[in-house]
């Protein structure tokens, strides 16, 4: 399903990374890098309206952070 990206979540990201828990390999984090804040949350908007994240029982997200440095 990542890799279909049928929302186009990930058609601007510039870094892409699929990762797992080390405690429970079955949980699994997408991170996503964009060039602006504004790409990100099309980006979190595409993939919230797609309705693809109801078929998880996420509790994280997705959230738009920035660097705090």
Do not use: C, W
């Amino acid at each position: 399903m990542f890799d279909q990206d049928r929302p186009r979540a990930r058609e601007k990201a510039q870094i892409q990374r699929v990762l797992r828990s080390v405690d429970d390999p079955n949980e699994v984090f997408i991170y996503l890098e964009y060039e602006t804040v504004e790409d990100a949350n099309e980006a979190r908007t595409r993939l919230v309206s797609s309705g693809v994240l109801e078929r998880f029982e996420d509790k994280h997200g997705p959230n738009v952070l920035i660097d705090a440095g």
